[in-house]
């Protein structure tokens, strides 16, 4: 791994269905976050965790739960879908030094 | 509130000079990042400002002005690999990011 992945790539998801976005950085990053970019509007914070074992909520959290349990991964869940969640998803990271945030490749959700 | 103001589109020719504007308001400051995006890709940072004044990197320079909520991308010598988006963040005092919408920055021969 280089970097920060994502799967998968794209996914298109039944209303009502349970979700998990997954996230993992090898780059022994302290902060995480996730974001949904939809047209039009800039990127929305959905959770962030500023180290394993804790979560925080950020812009937009209804709807989607995430968990910290070490420092490389970072899931996103969707306990049960909707159509307005039809969104590009990035996971980004960054350490505490120079607070640049490096973002994932992107998860496109499609729900139907 | 907090928010982020910057231009939706812009265009330029190629080996020309642009400059992305760009204002904040934010709940405290903790800088201001320019991020570039190309269509379908991840954002990647270009540059990082807290202190007033001017960062040069490359082709690529950035402007802040802390007392006007100001900052601005400068663009030379435009290659046409240079059409992306370019996303404007601003970090608040709890040291998370507020996004601006973007600018689409078109570029012709």
């Known amino acids: 791994i280089a970097g920060i992945t994502q799967a998968p790539t794209s996914q298109i998801l039944a209303a009502g269905r349970r979700m998990t976005l997954r996230c993992t950085q090898d780059?022994?990053?302290?902060?995480m976050y996730w974001y949904r970019q939809d047209l039009g509007l800039g990127l929305r914070l959905i959770h962030y965790?500023?180290?394993?074992?804790?979560?925080g909520k950020g812009e937009v959290p209804d709807g989607y739960s995430v968990s910290r349990a070490n420092t490389d991964d970072f899931p996103l869940t969707l306990a049960s879908a909707v159509p307005s969640q039809t969104s590009v998803y990035f996971c980004?990271?960054?350490?505490?030094?120079?607070?640049?945030?490096?973002f994932g490749p992107g998860t496109r959700l499609t729900v139907l | 509130g907090q928010n982020i103001d910057q231009p939706t589109e812009m265009t330029a020719t190629e080996g020309a000079i642009v400059q992305i504007n760009c204002t904040y308001q934010?709940?405290?400051?903790?800088?201001l990042f320019w991020y570039q995006q190309h269509a379908g890709e991840a954002p990647t940072f270009l540059s990082y400002n807290v202190l007033d004044g001017l960062e040069e990197k490359g082709r690529f320079s950035s402007f802040l002005s802390r007392s006007k909520g100001y900052s601005y991308l400068l663009l030379k010598e435009l290659q046409m690999k240079d059409s992306a988006s370019y996303l404007c963040a601003a970090m608040d005092s709890n040291y998370q990011l507020i996004w601006g919408a973007g600018t689409k920055l078109i570029i012709k021969p």
């Open positions: 965790s500023n180290t394993a074992g804790t979560t």
């Open positions: 934010t709940s405290g400051f903790n800088g």
């Open positions: 980004a990271s960054s350490d505490s030094t120079s607070n640049e945030q490096f």
């Open positions: 780059m022994r990053h302290n902060a």
